[in-house]
């Protein structure tokens, strides 16, 4: 997964008006979020109806902060909860681009907060 973007640092700090500080401050609420692991939960008791609206807001959180990849693979688990057919597989790779966005957030709040 090397050629993966995890962040789009650059189009981030644009859509908050270039201002790096502010983009730092909305990373740092974002590693709050409990969107996936409610999104999870919530599958896990069949709730499809609550799994999509954390999946709907995870990807909408990761879009306005540019975390493309995170973006994509939640767009792509909404759909699959959407469907009602979630393949576990999908959940995996979700939790792990997750993870690995996080490490990508901590180092521009390091470089911008």
């Known amino acids: 997964m ?10 981030g700090v ?9 983009y730092a401050k909305l990373l740092v609420k974002f590693k709050e979020d ?3 692991k ?5 599958l896990k008791t069949g709730d499809l109806q609550k799994a ?20 994509k693979q939640s767009l792509e688990i909404e759909t699959q909860i959407k469907a ?4 576990p597989d999908q959940i995996t790779v979700l939790e792990e681009i997750n993870e690995h966005t996080l490490v990508e957030v901590e180092k521009v709040i390091a470089q911008y907060g």
């Open 2 to 11: 090397a050629d993966v973007i995890y962040i789009n640092v650059e189009e």
């Open 14 to 22: 644009k859509r908050v008006m270039n201002n790096s500080k502010l």
């Open 34 to 36: 409990s969107n996936l």
């Open 38 to 42: 409610n999104m999870k939960e919530a």
């Open 52 to 71: 999509q609206i954390n999946a709907h807001t995870l990807k909408g959180l990761a879009a306005n902060l540019s975390l493309t990849e995170l973006y």
């Open 84 to 87: 009602g057919s979630v393949n």
